[in-house]
């Protein structure tokens, strides 16, 4: 069982930055491959980027590719998500996901367990 804690959110104006940060507990986090997805409201909750076990392969949707950035400290259990450029399109909760895999996955049915989110609100 792994039990993951996002932490981060907030309100912010777009342009902005955010990093977002999720404590997974356990011994074998190096073990998973982590993710970030996010749910607007209204809308289904979508892949936003994915990190393997070692952090040397990662993967990111179109929409935040090069704005963020995903990365692990696998000595502190936790995973990372720095948000830079921030748009009010990126407002959502954004959820923190571990998969029993070490490979990177965007699928949310790939991913075995999850956090309870953390709001980020960026206004215009």
């Known amino acids: 069982q792994v039990q993951l804690v996002e932490s981060g959110g907030g309100l912010v104006q777009a342009g902005d930055s955010l990093r977002l940060s999720c404590a997974a507990s356990?011994?074998?986090?190096?073990?998973?491959?982590m993710g970030w997805f996010r749910q607007a409201p209204g809308k289904e909750r979508e892949f936003v980027a994915a990190i393997n076990w070692s952090g040397g392969s990662t993967y990111y949707s179109d929409s935040v590719k090069g704005r963020f950035t995903i990365s692990r400290d696998n000595a502190k259990n936790t995973v990372y998500l720095q948000m830079n450029s921030l748009k009010p399109e990126d407002t959502a909760v954004y959820y923190c996901a571990a998969r029993s895999w070490m490979k990177t996955a965007t699928a949310l049915e790939e991913y075995d367990y999850w956090g309870r989110g953390t709001q980020v609100t960026v206004s215009s």
């Open positions: 356990g011994r074998t986090f190096n073990s998973y491959a």
